[in-house]
C-alpha cells in the first residue's frame, strides 16, 4: 500500500502546505459530512478532509450551497471531528456568514473551530478582505475559494467554468495574490482552465487545491459522494469516481430486500436461541 503523504508520518496542519508545495508534494482532500466516513477517512493517508457547505445538497438535498447554514456546518464538523480526530480538518464558512459584518464572522468562525475544524474556508476576497485579514491575525487559518464560486450561482446564472475570457483569467490572477497577500495557507482553484491553474499555481507560494482545475494543481479535492460514485443522476466532468459506489449500493438493497422476502435473511445462525 502506498504511503507517501504527509498524513502517514504526522498529521497535516496548515503550516505543513506551504512546506508540501515548496517540497513538491501533491496534497489530497476531500469532502466529508458525517462520522461514519469520517472514521474511514482517518485510516487513509488523505491529508486534509473539508466540511464543505456542499453538505447542503448532497446531505440535506437542497439545489445549491445557499441553503448551508452556520448550525447545519456546526453538526456536521462535529460529527467529522468525531470520526477523525487525527485529520486536519477544513469547515466552510456558509454564505453570507462573513458578509454581515466582523462581529458575525467571528462568531461564525468561533462556531466552526470549537465544533472541531482547524480552518475554515471562505469563497472571494472582494469586498470581505478584512475578515480574511482578520481570521488570520486571530490565529485562525484560512483557506480561499476561487474560480467557480458555487455561493455566488445566481450571479453566473448557473454553474459555469470561470476565467476562459482573458479578462476574467486576470481577475482570478489577482484574486489569488491578494487571498495570499491576505495571509490564507491555500487556496481552492474550481471549474477552471488548466492553464489558468498552472498559471496561478506558478505565481502563488500557497499551494492551490483544484477541483475541476486540472493536474497542475498542488493538490486536489473532491466531493465525497462524487469519489465513490454514490450520484447516480449526475457525474460532473472533472470528478472521477474511484468506485461504483452507486450501483454496489443498489445491489446490496436489492439483495437485502430478496433475502428478506425469500426468507433466506436471517439464517439460524444470525439469530439468537
Ligand atoms: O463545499 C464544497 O464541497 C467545496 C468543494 C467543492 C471544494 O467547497
Given at each position: 500500500?502506498?504511503?507517501?503523504?504527509?498524513?502517514?508520518?504526522?498529521?497535516?496542519?496548515?503550516?505543513?502546505?506551504?512546506?508540501?508545495?515548496s517540497e513538491g508534494r501533491k496534497l489530497s482532500?476531500?469532502?466529508?459530512?458525517?462520522?461514519?466516513?469520517?472514521?474511514?477517512?482517518?485510516?487513509?493517508?488523505?491529508?486534509?478532509?473539508?466540511?464543505?457547505?456542499?453538505?447542503?445538497?448532497?446531505?440535506?438535498?437542497?439545489?445549491?450551497?445557499?441553503?448551508?447554514?452556520?448550525?447545519?456546518?456546526?453538526?456536521?464538523?462535529?460529527?467529522?471531528?468525531?470520526?477523525?480526530?487525527?485529520?486536519?480538518?477544513?469547515?466552510?464558512?456558509?454564505?453570507?456568514?462573513?458578509?454581515?459584518?466582523?462581529?458575525a464572522a467571528l462568531d461564525a468562525a468561533h462556531?466552526?473551530?470549537?465544533?472541531?475544524?482547524?480552518?475554515?474556508?471562505?469563497?472571494?476576497?472582494?469586498?470581505?478582505?478584512?475578515?480574511?485579514?482578520?481570521?488570520?491575525?486571530?490565529?485562525?487559518?484560512?483557506?480561499?475559494?476561487?474560480?467557480?464560486?458555487?455561493?455566488?450561482?445566481?450571479?453566473?446564472?448557473?454553474?459555469?467554468?470561470?476565467?476562459?475570457?482573458?479578462?476574467?483569467?486576470?481577475?482570478?490572477?489577482?484574486?489569488?495574490?491578494?487571498?495570499?497577500?491576505?495571509?490564507?495557507?491555500?487556496?481552492?482553484?474550481?471549474?477552471?482552465?488548466?492553464?489558468?491553474?498552472?498559471?496561478?499555481?506558478?505565481?502563488?507560494?500557497?499551494?492551490?487545491?483544484?477541483?475541476?482545475?486540472?493536474?497542475?494543481?498542488?493538490?486536489?479535492?473532491?466531493?465525497?459522494?462524487?469519489?465513490?460514485?454514490?450520484?447516480?443522476?449526475?457525474?460532473?466532468?472533472?470528478?472521477?469516481?474511484?468506485?461504483?459506489?452507486?450501483?454496489?449500493?443498489l445491489r446490496a438493497f436489492d439483495e437485502f430486500?430478496?433475502?428478506?422476502?425469500?426468507?433466506?435473511?436471517?439464517?439460524?445462525?444470525?439469530?439468537?436461541?
Amino acid at each position: 500500500m502506498p504511503h507517501t503523504s504527509l498524513a502517514s508520518t504526522e498529521p497535516l496542519t496548515s503550516r505543513s502546505f506551504a512546506l508540501a508545495k515548496s517540497e513538491g508534494r501533491k496534497l489530497s482532500m476531500v469532502t466529508c459530512y458525517d462520522y461514519t466516513f469520517a472514521r474511514l477517512l482517518s485510516q487513509t493517508n488523505l491529508d486534509g478532509i473539508l466540511v464543505g457547505d456542499s453538505a447542503a445538497m448532497v446531505m440535506q438535498g437542497h439545489p445549491s450551497t445557499l441553503s448551508a447554514s452556520i448550525e447545519m456546518l456546526r453538526l456536521h464538523t462535529e460529527a467529522v471531528s468525531r470520526g477523525a480526530p487525527g485529520k486536519f480538518l477544513v469547515a466552510d464558512m456558509p454564505f453570507l456568514s462573513y458578509r454581515k459584518g466582523m462581529p458575525a464572522a467571528l462568531d461564525a468562525a468561533h462556531t466552526l473551530l470549537t465544533a472541531g475544524a482547524q480552518a475554515v474556508k471562505l469563497e472571494g476576497v472582494d469586498g470581505h478582505e478584512d475578515v480574511i485579514q482578520r481570521l488570520v491575525q486571530s490565529g485562525i487559518p484560512v483557506m480561499g475559494h476561487l474560480g467557480l464560486q458555487p455561493q455566488s450561482v445566481h450571479a453566473y446564472g448557473g454553474y459555469r467554468v470561470q476565467g476562459r475570457e482573458a479578462c476574467s483569467a486576470r481577475e482570478i490572477l489577482r484574486r489569488s495574490a491578494a487571498i495570499e497577500e491576505l495571509g490564507a495557507f491555500a487556496i481552492v482553484l474550481e471549474c477552471v482552465p488548466r492553464a489558468l491553474a498552472q498559471e496561478i499555481t506558478a505565481a502563488r507560494s500557497i499551494p492551490t487545491i483544484g477541483i475541476g482545475a486540472g493536474p497542475d494543481c498542488d493538490g486536489q479535492i473532491l466531493v465525497l459522494q462524487d469519489l465513490l460514485g454514490l450520484n447516480l443522476d449526475f457525474q460532473p466532468k472533472f470528478a472521477r469516481p474511484f468506485l461504483e459506489g452507486g450501483r454496489s449500493v443498489l445491489r446490496a438493497f436489492d439483495e437485502f430486500d430478496e433475502a428478506v422476502k425469500t426468507g433466506a435473511f436471517p439464517a439460524p445462525e444470525e439469530s439468537y436461541s
